[in-house]
């Protein structure tokens, strides 16, 4: 399974951005997904997870300005970015996990990490 992030940028604050992950692979599903974000000089941390069904959870820091959705069918997850800060400039990573089966009909299950992609916002 692969992981492809998409959607980073340089915007304003205030502004908006909508980031992209999408997952490939073969004979696999994907179980719950989440955005991570790092900053210069801090560590990684949970922006926001989704569930299969769609149950959500957000770093309070983002609540009620950040939307995370998913569209199954196509296994690409989203994170809708609004009322931008300083303070939300990050490297954003997403992650998946994910089931599928292998050369001998077992069934494998892991996290996959997406490669990352910077949002700076400017003040």
């Known amino acids: 399974v692969q992981l492809q992030a998409s959607g980073g940028g340089l915007v304003q604050t205030g502004g908006s951005l909508r980031l992209s992950c999408a997952a490939s692979?073969?004979?696999?599903?994907?179980?719950?997904m989440g955005w991570h974000r790092q900053a210069p000089g801090k560590q990684r941390e949970l922006v926001a997870r989704?569930?299969?069904?769609?149950?959500?959870n957000y770093a309070d820091s983002v609540k009620g300005r950040f939307t995370i959705s998913r569209d199954n069918a196509e296994n690409t997850m989203y994170l809708q970015m609004n009322s931008l800060k300083p303070e939300d400039t990050a490297v954003y990573y997403c992650e998946a996990d994910y089931r599928y089966y292998n050369d001998y009909d077992e069934p494998v299950v892991g996290r996959e990490w997406g490669q990352g992609t910077l949002v700076t916002v400017s003040s």
């Open positions: 692979g073969s004979r696999f599903s994907i179980n719950n």
């Open positions: 989704i569930t299969t069904d769609g149950s959500t």
